[in-house]
């Protein structure tokens, strides 16, 4: 398993979960200082994204691209993959669309989370499914043009009613033509929905794509109360090979919560004997 953190480029998300936000040169120097593999970057648009640009910060600073996040979609521009308004449903596909094009030439996945949108009175669940469903057939393929998977992220029930939990994702997921689309496992939204994270890591197995590393208070690991060392344990076991990413509050600041992110990683995948302890 490898390490990464978060850098935020939507000012919007401020006092979000978001570890750096002081712009992609100070959070890659900072995340190579610190001694991260990656860094997972969240954009306010694609535009934002210079793809030589970060490939000259990945050359300069060691780095490499876990994920590129759509996040910023929903949370500065209100676009999501299920709204009722078939425009803005339309401007969601093409804002999404952009990222897996761009992370894909950084040989990276993107992720769908917030822009996933929800039911409503408006919109029936069974109807906001299908909207959800045809976009991500069509966003998975052309992250396949890119030999790059999409990764789903479900999402705790504050944040979305569609699917909260591993067991009803994969569901989802078998209902779709596309075998293209990974699961991203939020340790912080798993805390809150699923009775026991282990088991519904291991429910998954192969289907896990990307892991979002956070304590219960989505603090960096080691300030809440998960049990971290059975899930370690778990990821092993399905032969996780991937990113444990630090998407964390910046508390007490964005050092120290980098630090605490990166010294819970090692203490916890340095070897099996430690995870066994």
């Known amino acids: 398993m490898k390490s990464a953190v978060t850098i935020s480029l939507v000012p919007e998300s401020a006092g979000g979960p978001f570890v750096f936000s002081g712009g992609l040169s100070d959070g890659f120097a900072r995340a190579a200082r610190q001694g991260f593999d990656a860094v997972e970057i969240f954009p306010a648009s694609p535009n934002d994204l210079e793809a030589s640009e970060i490939k000259q910060f990945c050359e300069t600073h060691g780095l490499k691209i876990a994920a590129i ?36 030439t950084l040989g990276a996945p993107t992720i769908v989370g917030s822009m996933q949108g929800r039911w409503d009175a408006e919109v029936p669940r069974e109807q906001a499914l299908a909207w959800l469903a045809e976009a991500m057939e069509e966003l998975a393929d052309r992250a396949d043009t890119h030999h790059a998977p999409l990764l789903y992220e479900f999402l705790n029930r504050y944040e979305t009613n569609l699917f909260n939990r591993v067991d009803e994702s994969l569901q989802f997921l078998q209902t779709l033509r596309t075998r293209n689309i990974k699961l991203l496992c939020d340790l912080f939204h798993m805390n809150i929905e699923e009775t026991d994270i282990p088991a519904a890591l291991r429910l998954a197995g192969a289907k896990v794509g990307h892991i979002h590393f956070a304590d219960s208070n989505r603090r960096a690991v080691g300030m809440g109360h998960t049990p971290m060392k059975p899930i370690i344990a778990a990821l092993r076991e399905i032969n996780y090979q991937g990113y444990l990413s630090a998407e964390v509050f910046p508390f007490p600041d964005s050092d120290q919560a980098a630090e605490g992110s990166l010294a819970s990683f090692r203490k916890l995948t340095c070897n099996q004997k430690e995870v066994d302890a």
């Not at 993959?81 to 969601?92: G, S």
């Open 69 to 104: 996040g759509s996040g910023g979609g929903w949370v500065k521009h209100k676009l999501r993959l299920t709204d009722r308004d078939a425009t803005v449903r339309k401007k969601a596909r093409e804002f999404i669309g952009a990222i897996v094009d761009l992370a894909g």
